[in-house]
């Protein structure tokens, strides 16, 4: 625990070492990290979770005062608590210098929007016939049973007879999720998006005429998309991400334009667990 309180002590300590007196000029969103262990490669070195979450916590609150106490610019948007040690913050370019030299930051990098994938049919997204046959080491039939999947994406609609018919959280084949885009409102697709709702489709759809790949499945819908703001950040789909981490999903499906910018977006979570827990990537790419 004192090993890791040390970075707060520091953190506090260099708010007063930067000038704040300078002329503003136009603001981009960086994503910081800062030194010390996630909560989530804390928990797998053994420590509680407890304990874990307090440490990111403490880390994190300290070094979010510095930086608004030397960044005039700072407009802070995410904090990643769990699968990383960070935050997501718009500055102005004379910030950015000024975040760079403090001593308990990692890295900073440039935040960039996404773009969403093309929506195509399921015959031309995925060849998957074979996966419906294939069994698990007693011989049975593998359908998803017990996996819960995160769909990130523009939300699913689980008023759709395949996905819920009007059903929504435990029990339902979508038990939840979250709004990023409008975080009052419920997780649910545009109706002209419909992206999000065809991938939940492909994944675990109820239909015996064309069932889903991992039927037994239950959903998790993060909205990161919308038809009135088709780009989304990187941060916000790192929150998801980070979301459906903690929600419990065993699979996380994201889709992007292309698989440099889907590669780059998990490369920024740093997400990487020992131990029984893991997490699958599913990413659909369109060309």
Excluded at 3 to 11: G, K, Q
Excluded at 262 to 271: E, H, M, P, Q
């Amino acid at each position: 625990m004192r090993r890791y309180l040390v970075w707060a002590l520091i953190f506090v300590l260099s708010a007063g070492l930067f000038p704040a007196s300078r002329v503003l000029s136009a603001s981009d969103v960086y994503l910081v990290t800062i030194n010390g262990e996630s909560a989530c490669r804390m928990e797998s070195m053994g420590f509680s979770p407890i304990h874990s979450m307090l440490v990111s916590k403490t880390l994190l609150a300290s070094a979010k005062d510095a930086i608004r106490k030397n960044c005039h610019s700072a407009s802070f948007r995410f904090d990643f608590d769990y699968l990383l040690n960070g935050m997501s913050v718009e500055l102005d370019k004379q910030d950015v210098e000024v975040v760079k030299n403090l001593s308990f930051v990692k890295s900073i990098t440039k935040i960039n929007s996404l773009a969403p994938a093309a929506v195509r049919t399921i015959a031309e997204t995925v060849g998957a016939s074979p996966l419906y046959e294939v069994k698990d080491q007693s011989g049975n039939f593998v359908n998803g049973k017990d996996i819960l999947v995160g769909v990130i994406d523009s939300g699913i609609d689980y008023r759709h007879q395949d996905l819920g018919n009007g059903m929504y959280g435990p029990g339902a084949k979508v038990i939840g999720g979250s709004n990023f885009v409008e975080p009052k409102a419920p997780p649910l697709d545009d109706e002209v998006m419909g992206h999000g709702t065809l991938v939940a489709g492909i994944i675990a759809a109820d239909n015996t005429k064309a069932p889903g790949i991992a039927q037994g499945a239950k959903l998790m819908s993060y909205k990161v998309l919308s038809n009135k703001n088709p780009d989304v950040m990187e941060d916000v789909v790192i929150a998801a991400i980070q979301a459906a981490v903690k929600d419990g999903c065993k699979v996380i499906n994201l889709s992007g334009k292309t698989r440099r910018q889907l590669l780059r977006t998990f490369s920024l979570c740093s997400c990487s667990r020992t131990g029984n827990k893991c997490w699958y990537f599913s990413c659909w790419i369109s060309r």
